[in-house]
């Protein structure tokens, strides 16, 4: 089962997130083998981090509640909340196997948080610069509950396109970058 997991940063913790990176580093370590993608979202200013996705593939919510709540950055209150959400993983691959690479252009997190009947479950027909795709769904995965997405675009106002904005309560887009050891 696939997951989506966003820890936002509580206000002032950037020294704590600091403190805590090679930690996170390491516990993000034990799941290498199950990580679809990974990386820190960034303010406006493209470097004052505010948060971190992760998406992973684990055997059930049990397990990817445990990986939210026992990472490091979150026992240690870096963490003001964490979406945890059923995904499914619309492109097949990781964000390893994404053709454009991790470095070059801008890099966003699109969240669509559901707001009526479903949307966009089918790829948009521009894929070339989507990293990440895919629906936001309930534990037991049979209700829709939103969208997220990981992509490389001009801007973020291009990144936000990339959603029906009337399938949506509500869409967020956030500075994101590839993530891990550099």
């Not at 707001?115 to 995965?141: E, H």
């Not at 396109?161 to 550099?182: K, M, S, T």
Request: net charge negative; aromatic share 10%.
């Amino acid at each position: 089962m696939e997951f989506f997991c966003y820890h936002r940063d509580r206000p002032g913790s950037l020294a704590l997130r600091e403190e805590l990176l090679e930690r996170h580093w390491s516990y993000m370590d034990r799941y290498a083998k199950e990580l679809i993608a990974r990386g820190p979202t960034f303010a406006d200013n493209g470097e004052t981090p505010t948060g971190s996705v992760h998406i992973v593939d684990l055997p059930d919510p049990a397990a990817a509640r445990a990986f939210a709540f026992d990472e490091p950055g979150y026992q240690a209150g870096a963490y003001r909340d964490v979406l945890l959400r059923r995904w499914r993983n619309v492109l097949g691959r990781t964000m390893w196997d994404f053709p454009g690479g991790p470095s070059g252009g801008n890099r966003y997190l699109v969240l669509g948080l559901g707001g009526g009947p479903t949307a966009d479950l089918a790829l948009p027909p521009d894929r070339d610069g989507l990293v990440a795709y895919g629906p936001l769904l309930s534990d037991d995965g049979d209700t829709w509950l939103g969208t997220a997405v990981l992509l490389r675009a001009t801007d973020p106002g291009t990144a936000r396109a990339v959603l029906n904005p009337d399938g949506y309560a509500a869409i967020e887009v956030h500075n994101w970058e590839f993530g891990g050891r550099r």
